[in-house]
Protein backbone atom coordinates (compact mmCIF):
# COMPACT_ATOMS: atom_id res chain seq x y z
CA UNK A 1 0.00 0.00 0.00
CA UNK A 2 1.13 3.60 -0.06
CA UNK A 3 2.90 5.17 2.66
CA UNK A 4 4.59 8.75 2.87
CA UNK A 5 7.08 9.29 5.52
CA UNK A 6 8.46 12.56 7.13
CA UNK A 7 11.09 13.50 9.96
CA UNK A 8 8.88 15.09 12.42
CA UNK A 9 10.61 18.28 13.12
CA UNK A 10 13.25 20.53 11.85
CA UNK A 11 14.75 23.40 13.14
CA UNK A 12 16.70 26.14 11.48
CA UNK A 13 18.46 29.70 11.79
CA UNK A 14 16.59 32.67 9.84
CA UNK A 15 18.45 33.33 6.63
CA UNK A 16 19.92 29.42 6.31
CA UNK A 17 18.28 27.09 3.73
CA UNK A 18 15.83 24.13 5.25
CA UNK A 19 15.57 20.91 3.65
CA UNK A 20 12.53 18.84 4.25
CA UNK A 21 12.81 15.47 3.43
CA UNK A 22 10.00 12.82 2.54
CA UNK A 23 10.43 9.25 1.32
CA UNK A 24 7.27 7.00 -0.21
CA UNK A 25 6.96 3.18 -0.81
CA UNK A 26 4.95 3.07 -4.09
CA UNK A 27 6.77 3.35 -7.50
CA UNK A 28 3.23 4.41 -8.78
CA UNK A 29 3.28 7.70 -7.94
CA UNK A 30 2.99 10.22 -10.42
CA UNK A 31 2.31 13.59 -8.69
CA UNK A 32 4.37 14.71 -5.75
CA UNK A 33 3.35 17.58 -4.09
CA UNK A 34 4.39 20.24 -0.74
CA UNK A 35 1.94 22.00 1.32
CA UNK A 36 2.06 23.79 3.95
CA UNK A 37 0.20 24.71 6.66
CA UNK A 38 -0.24 27.49 9.50
CA UNK A 39 -1.86 27.17 13.21
CA UNK A 40 -5.40 26.88 12.57
CA UNK A 41 -5.12 27.33 8.89
CA UNK A 42 -5.66 24.49 5.79
CA UNK A 43 -3.31 23.61 3.64
CA UNK A 44 -1.20 25.93 1.28
CA UNK A 45 -0.39 24.06 -1.83
CA UNK A 46 3.57 25.10 -2.48
CA UNK A 47 4.86 23.30 -5.20
CA UNK A 48 4.39 19.95 -7.28
CA UNK A 49 6.79 18.01 -9.40
CA UNK A 50 5.49 15.25 -11.69
CA UNK A 51 7.26 11.68 -11.34
CA UNK A 52 9.66 12.72 -14.62
CA UNK A 53 11.05 15.35 -13.21
CA UNK A 54 13.99 15.91 -11.53
CA UNK A 55 13.88 18.85 -9.92
CA UNK A 56 11.43 22.01 -10.09
CA UNK A 57 12.49 25.45 -8.70
CA UNK A 58 9.84 27.88 -8.14
CA UNK A 59 11.65 31.54 -6.32
CA UNK A 60 12.74 30.20 -2.87
CA UNK A 61 11.61 26.55 -3.35
CA UNK A 62 13.21 24.43 -4.75
CA UNK A 63 12.13 20.36 -4.92
CA UNK A 64 14.57 17.53 -5.73
CA UNK A 65 13.10 14.05 -6.38
CA UNK A 66 15.26 10.65 -6.55
CA UNK A 67 12.37 8.31 -8.68
CA UNK A 68 15.18 5.44 -8.14
CA UNK A 69 15.21 5.80 -4.22
CA UNK A 70 11.43 7.33 -3.96
CA UNK A 71 12.80 10.46 -1.79
CA UNK A 72 11.04 13.86 -2.08
CA UNK A 73 12.78 17.21 -0.44
CA UNK A 74 11.85 20.70 -0.56
CA UNK A 75 14.88 22.81 0.17
CA UNK A 76 13.93 26.43 0.89
CA UNK A 77 16.67 28.97 0.71
CA UNK A 78 17.03 31.84 3.08
CA UNK A 79 14.70 30.91 5.48
CA UNK A 80 12.53 33.44 7.21
CA UNK A 81 10.15 33.32 10.55
CA UNK A 82 7.11 33.45 8.50
CA UNK A 83 8.18 29.85 7.01
CA UNK A 84 7.84 28.39 10.48
CA UNK A 85 4.56 25.82 9.38
CA UNK A 86 4.07 22.22 9.35
CA UNK A 87 4.90 20.70 5.76
CA UNK A 88 3.35 18.03 4.62
CA UNK A 89 4.76 16.26 1.20
CA UNK A 90 2.07 14.13 -0.60
CA UNK A 91 1.56 11.78 -3.22
CA UNK A 92 -1.06 11.12 -6.09
CA UNK A 93 -1.24 7.86 -8.81
CA UNK A 94 -2.99 10.11 -11.13
CA UNK A 95 -4.44 13.63 -11.72
CA UNK A 96 -7.93 14.37 -9.44
CA UNK A 97 -7.06 11.28 -7.57
CA UNK A 98 -7.31 11.47 -3.69
CA UNK A 99 -3.99 12.36 -2.23
CA UNK A 100 -2.03 10.16 0.48
CA UNK A 101 -0.08 12.51 2.77
CA UNK A 102 3.11 11.95 4.88
CA UNK A 103 2.75 12.81 8.76
CA UNK A 104 4.34 16.55 8.39
CA UNK A 105 7.22 17.94 9.13
CA UNK A 106 7.33 20.74 11.52
CA UNK A 107 9.68 23.61 10.72
CA UNK A 108 10.75 26.02 13.96
CA UNK A 109 12.53 29.10 11.87
CA UNK A 110 14.77 30.91 14.90
CA UNK A 111 15.79 34.17 14.76
CA UNK B 1 -6.42 28.33 -8.16
CA UNK B 2 -9.42 27.13 -7.05
CA UNK B 3 -10.76 29.49 -3.73
CA UNK B 4 -12.16 27.12 -1.24
CA UNK B 5 -14.14 27.95 1.49
CA UNK B 6 -16.23 26.08 4.49
CA UNK B 7 -18.93 26.92 6.68
CA UNK B 8 -18.58 26.75 9.74
CA UNK B 9 -14.60 27.58 10.57
CA UNK B 10 -15.38 25.80 14.40
CA UNK B 11 -18.42 24.64 16.32
CA UNK B 12 -18.30 22.55 19.44
CA UNK B 13 -21.29 20.39 19.64
CA UNK B 14 -22.40 17.83 22.14
CA UNK B 15 -22.39 13.93 22.26
CA UNK B 16 -25.02 12.16 20.10
CA UNK B 17 -25.77 15.39 17.46
CA UNK B 18 -24.71 15.97 14.01
CA UNK B 19 -23.50 19.03 12.07
CA UNK B 20 -23.00 19.72 8.72
CA UNK B 21 -20.40 20.92 7.51
CA UNK B 22 -20.39 23.09 4.09
CA UNK B 23 -17.46 23.77 0.89
CA UNK B 24 -18.15 26.25 -1.97
CA UNK B 25 -15.51 26.68 -4.49
CA UNK B 26 -15.32 29.63 -6.69
CA UNK B 27 -15.27 27.83 -10.30
CA UNK B 28 -17.03 24.26 -11.19
CA UNK B 29 -14.03 21.78 -10.42
CA UNK B 30 -13.80 18.37 -11.17
CA UNK B 31 -13.13 16.86 -8.41
CA UNK B 32 -14.36 17.35 -4.41
CA UNK B 33 -12.63 15.59 -1.53
CA UNK B 34 -13.30 15.44 2.22
CA UNK B 35 -10.08 14.68 4.49
CA UNK B 36 -9.55 14.33 8.37
CA UNK B 37 -6.82 15.93 10.75
CA UNK B 38 -6.95 14.49 13.88
CA UNK B 39 -5.66 16.63 16.55
CA UNK B 40 -1.64 16.81 15.87
CA UNK B 41 -2.03 14.44 13.33
CA UNK B 42 -2.03 14.13 9.38
CA UNK B 43 -5.01 14.17 6.94
CA UNK B 44 -6.59 11.49 5.98
CA UNK B 45 -8.97 10.94 3.50
CA UNK B 46 -12.91 10.15 4.43
CA UNK B 47 -14.35 10.47 1.01
CA UNK B 48 -14.37 11.88 -2.61
CA UNK B 49 -17.47 13.33 -3.44
CA UNK B 50 -18.92 12.65 -6.28
CA UNK B 51 -21.31 15.05 -8.69
CA UNK B 52 -24.66 13.89 -8.72
CA UNK B 53 -24.16 10.06 -7.68
CA UNK B 54 -23.15 8.57 -4.11
CA UNK B 55 -20.02 9.07 -2.40
CA UNK B 56 -16.72 7.48 -2.39
CA UNK B 57 -16.08 6.14 0.82
CA UNK B 58 -12.06 5.26 1.81
CA UNK B 59 -11.95 2.14 3.97
CA UNK B 60 -12.73 2.80 7.61
CA UNK B 61 -15.37 5.52 6.81
CA UNK B 62 -19.05 4.89 6.15
CA UNK B 63 -21.96 6.63 4.29
CA UNK B 64 -24.56 6.53 7.93
CA UNK B 65 -21.52 8.30 10.03
CA UNK B 66 -20.35 10.57 7.13
CA UNK B 67 -23.43 10.92 4.55
CA UNK B 68 -22.00 13.24 1.74
CA UNK B 69 -23.76 15.40 -0.78
CA UNK B 70 -22.74 17.36 -4.01
CA UNK B 71 -25.48 18.86 -6.12
CA UNK B 72 -23.33 20.17 -8.27
CA UNK B 73 -20.15 21.45 -9.66
CA UNK B 74 -18.72 23.95 -7.01
CA UNK B 75 -20.86 22.81 -3.78
CA UNK B 76 -20.71 19.70 -1.19
CA UNK B 77 -21.91 19.09 2.04
CA UNK B 78 -20.13 16.92 4.58
CA UNK B 79 -22.55 16.00 7.70
CA UNK B 80 -20.93 14.28 10.82
CA UNK B 81 -23.38 11.87 12.47
CA UNK B 82 -24.28 11.22 16.08
CA UNK B 83 -21.18 12.38 16.97
CA UNK B 84 -18.75 11.27 19.76
CA UNK B 85 -15.55 13.12 21.20
CA UNK B 86 -13.39 11.17 18.77
CA UNK B 87 -14.94 13.12 15.65
CA UNK B 88 -12.96 15.81 17.30
CA UNK B 89 -10.63 16.62 14.39
CA UNK B 90 -10.43 19.25 11.56
CA UNK B 91 -12.64 18.74 8.64
CA UNK B 92 -11.01 19.82 5.16
CA UNK B 93 -12.06 20.15 2.08
CA UNK B 94 -10.22 20.05 -1.26
CA UNK B 95 -11.08 20.41 -4.78
CA UNK B 96 -8.70 20.19 -8.17
CA UNK B 97 -7.91 23.33 -9.92
CA UNK B 98 -8.17 24.26 -13.59
CA UNK B 99 -5.18 21.76 -14.29
CA UNK B 100 -7.03 18.64 -12.87
CA UNK B 101 -3.53 17.65 -10.44
CA UNK B 102 -3.69 20.67 -9.00
CA UNK B 103 -5.39 19.79 -4.95
CA UNK B 104 -6.70 22.99 -3.36
CA UNK B 105 -7.81 23.02 0.41
CA UNK B 106 -10.58 25.36 2.06
CA UNK B 107 -9.77 26.59 5.64
CA UNK B 108 -11.25 23.61 7.73
CA UNK B 109 -13.98 23.39 10.24
CA UNK B 110 -12.85 22.43 13.93
CA UNK B 111 -14.72 20.29 15.31
CA UNK B 112 -14.61 19.77 19.35
CA UNK B 113 -17.48 17.15 20.26
CA UNK B 114 -18.23 17.64 24.30
Known amino acids: GEDVEQSLFLSVREGDSSVINCTYT??????LYWYKQEPGAGLQLLTY?????DMKQDQRLTVLLNKKDKHLSLRIADTQTGDSAIYFC???????????FGGGTRVLVKP | SAVISQKPSRDICQRGTSLTIQCQVD?????MFWYRQQPGQSLTLIAT?????????ESGFVIDKFPISRPNLTFSTLTVSNMSPEDSSIYLC???????????FGPGTRLTVT
Open chain 1, 49 to 53: IFSNM
Open chain 1, 26 to 31: DSSSTY
Open chain 2, 49 to 57: ANQGSEATY
Open chain 2, 27 to 31: SQVTM
Open chain 2, 94 to 104: SATGRAVYEQY
Open chain 1, 90 to 100: AESMAAGNKLT
